[in-house]
Nanobody, 127 residues
Framework: QVQLVESGGNSVQAGGSLRLSCAAS????????MGWFRRAPGKEREVVAQ?????????HYHDSVKGRFAISRDNAKNTLYLQMDSLQPEDTATYYC???????????????????WGQGTQVTVSS
């Protein structure tokens, strides 16, 4: 079973940037889709971004982060990234990475389709 470990969370001011990393314990190509989710205080966990792991690296983003966040992966390092720019206070949350055995090249996956999860990293954005 893959182990996923997130890092890079921090406290920043609005307008700042952070890059989250998710190190996988095994070859990321063993999974078909990887994603970032977040849970804000008092809210349900929501998907932030997803990337297909395959010939086509299709990506999907939550509307609230389009144009500000970018998901990417480095298969040589077995690492998933989330570059977050123009951060806003509403981006404050615990961010989780996840891996799925389903592909997401054309359509985004639902949360229940992700089988493996990291422990999360905290992002706090102050105004």
């Amino acid at each position: 079973q893959v182990q996923l470990v997130e890092s890079g969370g921090n406290s920043v001011q609005a307008g700042g940037s952070l890059r989250l990393s998710c190190a996988a314990s095994e070859y990321t190509n063993n999974y078909y889709c990887m994603g970032w989710f977040r849970r804000a205080p008092g809210k349900e966990r929501e998907v932030v971004a997803q990337i297909n792991v395959g010939v086509t690296s299709g990506t999907h983003y939550h509307d609230s982060v389009k144009g500000r966040f970018a998901i990417s992966r480095d298969n040589a390092k077995n690492t998933l990234y989330l570059q977050m720019d123009s951060l806003q206070p509403e981006d404050t949350a615990t961010y989780y990475c996840a891996a799925s055995l389903y592909a997401c090249d054309f359509y985004p996956l639902q949360e229940y389709q992700y089988a493996y999860w990291g422990q999360g990293t905290q992002v706090t954005v102050s105004s």
